[in-house]
């Protein structure tokens, strides 16, 4: 939507207002025309309905003001005395349309303070509740959003199972440009599993102002540039989503506007030089390992491994077996001779093998791939019987899989090796020519809004022959941690200004095993209450605020309740 046909919908919204209120208005001592002023009669409503003037903000906050509008509603029914429960569920399923015949009725009548104290707490539940998710929403949309981590592209740095709050205002809160939606959702509602938004009307992209910027090695929350997916995790046909309803990304900015970056060897380069990742970071990558007696499954566990595969014999196995173990296994192949099992790095529980009295010998191969940390490879390289372990790069000049720009005749890119590219700028140009086409068309067309197509030798522009190209936004490089399991900029390319959402500060609780189920959870308590960002190990905060929630109960139980108490016999004599 335009201005123009903003402020039309804004004029129909002022004179359905009037329409359906303006007889309230009469009722409780105020002029008709005062219901017709725009923002003005916002302020006379909320004093017919004994709030906050402040309350006034709320119904012009994007997202905010789609709540707010059902709790004014209620409020209006209470002060004009209609309580029954039903007319608060008409009013707001009417979407207060229903407020047209109260206005009308002879039998609604402004209430008096005393009149508001002895109606039912019915009606009070109501707006207490309704104003209480108006109150989570806006932290949740302007101040702090939870979330957690699904998938492993920033292990070991951040892990599956952390749970995270996520700063808005860091950064400047990202006004919703979605204007109808579900609260305290995102793409899907629960439950139905159906879309949770309208794609229309759109409000322009505003970001509030934060006071910080995105810089190199900033873990942060972004909305998916790429994506198409309805539900994540779901296969199915692709669809076009707003920008604030994309799926949310979590990555590490190596790679801010202006800068020109380079992969070599694994290792992010900028302006030349190797970017120096944060002490926390802890990026990973697949190594093999070599022994010639066997690399052992103990070493990995020892180092605290994952993501590797284990391979195991079996001579004999019964159905019931089979059946026990099969929840593990990745893999079975059988011979004359055993049965080969494959698993994830758990392995089999030993309950299980207990149980059903199974016998298995594990097979210790001289190669095995794993993903190590620097610091995991330190510990291996050092255990006595390791001949070998060799990071795992592809060379320069070999194509590597799904990678950005999608365009192997020109780029023979992969995850080690990409680039130089230059990171676009709010005002910076680029000549357009057959080099710089590939990489950037994708944010002059999508993010920017332009046509742009070859003709012969010429690019036109807007339907206008053109020889360069000046960018509108700032943009971001992303890439995860986990550098040979991340899906990140080096497959889908920059992330623009507007996609950006916040920045993780905390994590409140991590659990290992997220993946697996609910009751297969363990704790990790040493991440509880620890800090994103910082230097050094992490602390955690977790017994500390355990100990002061104690406090807090012994106080408001004991000291809180005998002073009050003291006061109240004081008071009595």
């Not at 019931?320 to 173990?325: D, K, L, V, W």
Request: proline residues 5%; charged residues 20%; positive net charge.
């Amino acid at each position: 939507m335009n201005l123009f046909q903003w402020f039309v919908f804004f004029i129909g919204l002022q004179l359905i207002h009037f329409l359906a209120t303006y007889k309230l208005y009469v009722k409780a001592g105020y002029k008709a025309w005062q219901a017709v002023v725009p923002v003005y009669n916002a302020v006379i409503l909320m004093k017919i309905i004994r709030r906050s003037p402040y309350w006034v903000i709320l119904l012009f906050v994007p997202i905010i003001n789609l709540i707010m509008f059902p709790v004014v509603w209620v409020e209006l029914l209470r002060n004009f005395g209609r309580t029954k429960p039903y007319e608060s569920y008409v009013t707001v399923f009417s979407l207060g349309f229903y407020l047209f015949l109260v206005g009308h009725d002879n039998q609604s009548n402004y209430q008096t303070e005393d009149d508001l104290k002895k109606q039912k707490k019915t009606s009070e539940w109501v707006s207490s509740i309704l104003f209480a998710v108006v109150a989570a929403t806006l932290v949740h949309t302007y101040f702090m959003q939870p979330y957690a981590i699904p998938t492993g592209s920033l292990e070991r740095t951040l892990r599956i199972g952390d749970f995270l709050l996520v700063s808005k205002f860091h950064y400047g809160a990202r006004v919703p440009m979605t204007t109808v939606a579900a609260p305290m959702v995102h793409d899907t509602l629960p439950l139905v599993r159906t879309r949770s938004y309208l794609k229309k009307p759109q409000l322009p992209y505003l970001r509030l102002p934060g006071f910080q910027s995105v810089k190199k090695n900033d873990i942060v929350v972004f909305s998916w540039p790429a994506d198409t997916v309805r539900q994540f995790f779901v296969a199915e046909k692709g669809v076009k989503k707003p920008i604030d309803k994309k799926s949310n990304y979590v990555k590490r900015c190596v790679g801010t506007p202006g800068d020109t970056l380079e992969i070599i060897d694994g290792f992010v380069h900028i302006n030349g030089k190797q970017l120096q990742l944060s002490d926390r970071a802890k990026p990973m990558y697949d190594h093999t390992v070599y022994a010639r007696k066997g690399v052992s499954s103990r070493w990995l566990e020892a180092i605290e491994a994952e993501g590797y595969t284990r391979t195991f014999r079996a001579e004999q196995l019964n159905q019931t077996q089979y059946n026990a173990m099969t929840p593990y296994l990745l893999g079975m192949s059988q011979n004359e001779n055993y049965i080969e099992l494959v698993t994830a790095a758990q392995g089999i529980p030993s309950s299980v093998l207990r149980q059903h009295r199974i016998s298995l010998k594990e097979i210790t191969t001289q190669e095995r791939e794993v993903n190590l940390t620097d610091q995991m490879y330190q510990k291996l390289i050092g255990q006595e019987g390791v001949d070998s372990v060799i990071k795992k790069l592809q060379p320069k000049g070999v194509l590597g899989y799904n990678i950005f720009p999608q365009t192997p005749d020109q780029y023979q890119w992969n995850n080690d090796q990409l680039g130089p590219l230059f990171i676009p700028k709010r005002g910076s140009s680029i000549a357009l020519n057959e080099k710089t086409y590939p990489l950037y068309k994708k944010i002059i067309r999508e993010y920017e809004h332009n046509t742009l197509s070859k003709e012969g030798d010429s690019f036109l522009l807007n339907g206008e022959k053109a020889t360069s190209y000046t960018f509108k936004m700032d943009y971001y490089w992303m890439m995860g941690d986990n550098r040979h399991h991340s899906e990140d900029s080096r497959t889908w390319g920059f992330v623009p200004e507007d996609h950006i959402v916040g920045k993780p500060v905390f994590i409140w609780m991590s659990w290992d095993n997220f993946n697996q189920g609910l009751f297969s959870w363990k704790g990790r308590w040493d991440r509880f209450f620890t800090t994103v960002n910082g230097k050094g190990e992490p602390v955690s905060y977790f017994w500390a605020f355990i100990f002061a929630l104690g406090l807090y109960y012994l106080y408001s139980k004991f000291v809180h309740r005998k002073f009050f108490e003291y006061l109240k016999s004081k008071t009595n004599k």
